[in-house]
């Protein structure tokens, strides 16, 4: 049986698109996003993400996307899969609930499971992984 593990690091965003799409004079926004991350830590890595967004009059919103999670976890290199759904607000702030997607784990990582997430200050963001490898 294996043991949970609590990865920590800081995540640092390299690049990020954004996409208005079905808009309305006067309602909330929705919007496409897509991008790329640098994860360090326990975690050491990159990610590709994509994803939808909801922005509210006050610029705060929620947003969920999918990430294709790719490094070094624990002494094993592989890559998996981070569903993503979470909340901003208009000053930059940022969190988000995250779970592995069952089955999406490859070379070292295969088999992997666990949730966590992050919480962003604006300029500097934080995350927490508890997972479980076979």
Same mark, same amino acid.
């Given at each position: 049986?294996?043991e949970?593990?609590t990865?920590?690091g800081?995540?640092?965003?390299?690049?990020?698109?954004?996409?208005?799409?079905?808009?309305v004079?006067?309602?909330?926004?929705?919007?496409?996003?897509k991008?790329y991350?640098?994860?360090r830590?326990?975690?050491?890595g990159?990610?590709?993400?994509?994803?939808l967004?909801?922005?509210?009059? +006050?610029?705060?919103?929620?947003?969920?996307?999918?990430?294709r999670?790719?490094?070094?976890?624990?002494?094993?290199?592989g890559?998996?899969?981070?569903e993503?759904?979470g909340?901003?607000?208009a000053t930059?702030?940022?969190?988000?609930?995250?779970?592995?997607?069952?089955g999406?784990?490859t070379? +070292?990582?295969?088999?992997?499971?666990?949730t966590?997430?992050?919480?962003?200050?604006?300029s500097?963001?934080?995350?927490?992984?508890?997972?479980r490898?076979?």
């Amino acid at each position: 049986m294996s043991e949970t593990t609590t990865a920590t690091g800081a995540i640092e965003s390299k690049s990020w698109e954004q996409t208005e799409y079905a808009p309305v004079p006067g309602a909330p926004a929705l919007a496409t996003a897509k991008g790329y991350d640098r994860y360090r830590g326990d975690l050491d890595g990159d990610a590709d993400w994509q994803g939808l967004m909801f922005a509210g009059p +006050d610029g705060s919103g929620t947003f969920h996307s999918l990430q294709r999670t790719r490094g070094t976890l624990g002494g094993r290199t592989g890559s998996f899969v981070l569903e993503l759904n979470g909340t901003f607000a208009a000053t930059g702030e940022s969190r988000a609930d995250w779970r592995i997607v069952p089955g999406s784990g490859t070379g +070292d990582l295969a088999g992997i499971t666990g949730t966590g997430g992050y919480e962003s200050g604006g300029s500097s963001a934080t995350y927490t992984l508890i997972y479980r490898l076979p």
